[in-house]
């Protein structure tokens, strides 16, 4: 009977260590409908989504969900130049952003602010000043945003959430 017991506890540990999963708080989703087109296009609804649903000719993608999975792309390939550094916080921020640059002191860059839908709430430009900057957003509502600064030397994005 002992042997039993051990035998079991041993597999199902056995089990989940090597059949488990890494938690990713996005991945909640809750499916809805399908309808297949007459024009052809397949349209799936879902609801908290987090994974490409809808169509790709080649040239277009059509994604619907409310959290777009192309942010994660953006965010992993933004391109800095000359080892410049950019670290913001706080996150959550309530009204301003503050940027700390590092390997680059002074100049401005174009700041544009996307909520999930994909749509620009936000353009300004920005100065860099001994390294830091700051952007209040103050007038956009609580929710998450992703935040794109570009200029001759910067395509970086990065995600934060707004108190």
Do not use: C
Not at 88 to 94: E, G, K, R, S
């Amino acid at each position: 009977m002992r042997i039993n017991i051990a035998f079991t506890i041993v597999m199902t540990l056995t089990f989940q260590i090597s059949n488990s999963q890494e938690l990713v708080r996005e991945m909640i989703s809750s499916q809805g409908n399908s309808v297949l087109l007459e024009s052809g296009h397949y349209v799936s609804q879902t609801i908290g989504q987090q994974s490409i649903t809808g169509n790709y000719d080649g040239q277009n993608k059509v994604i619907q969900g409310f959290q777009q999975p192309y942010w994660k792309y953006l965010i992993t390939n933004s391109e800095v130049l000359d080892s410049i550094e950019i670290n913001h916080y706080p996150n959550p921020v309530i009204t301003n952003l503050n940027f700390i640059f590092t390997n680059y002191n002074d100049g401005v860059t174009n700041v544009l602010v996307f909520d999930f839908s994909g749509r620009l709430v936000m353009e300004r430009s920005i100065s860099i000043e001994s390294g830091t900057a700051q952007l209040n957003l103050s007038s956009i509502p609580s929710g998450s945003y992703l935040v794109y600064l570009r200029n001759n030397k910067l395509n970086y994005y990065t995600k934060i959430i707004k108190k």
